[in-house]
């Protein structure tokens, strides 16, 4: 039984959007993790520099996420970076926290972490399969 390339093409674009959506709610519960971990950094900066500093980070995924529902080939690529570096955000705070053995008031952010890591290798893929041809 042939799939005409169409619906294989809207299914690929359906998991992108699905994996997108959940990166992007991963990433809001990341930033929760790391105020109610207390995450080192929040004593350096305060909270409300902390908390302006990660609606900035927020948005240009979200902006990223318009365009890649636009079929830009410039904001999959772009969206690749941006799910790789989750990537190793979930990887980066659980390596820390296992060498430092801190996790409250230390690398808050590894359970939440391990969701980044999780989403970003499929989204990257689909990212990647799917490129536009601009």
């Known amino acids: 039984m042939n799939i005409p390339l169409q619906k294989v093409e809207a299914l690929k674009r359906n998991k992108i959007i699905f994996l997108y959506l959940l990166m992007l709610i991963g990433h809001v519960a990341h930033v929760f993790e790391e105020i109610w971990g207390r995450f080192w950094m929040l004593n350096e900066v305060g909270l409300g520099t902390y908390l302006a500093f990660n609606l900035v980070l927020f948005c240009i995924p979200v902006l990223l996420f ?6 830009k080939r410039w904001a999959y690529i772009l969206s690749i970076i941006y799910a790789g570096f989750m990537g190793l ?4 705070h659980n390596v820390a926290t296992i060498i430092t053995g801190r996790y409250i008031n230390g690398f808050a952010g590894g359970y939440t972490g391990i969701g980044l890591l999780v989403i970003s290798l499929p989204l990257v893929y689909f990212l990647y ?4 041809d601009d």
Do not use: A
């Open 66 to 71: 318009y365009f890649v529902l636009n079929s």
């Open 129 to 132: 399969k799917c490129l536009p």
């Open 89 to 92: 955000q979930g990887i980066g």
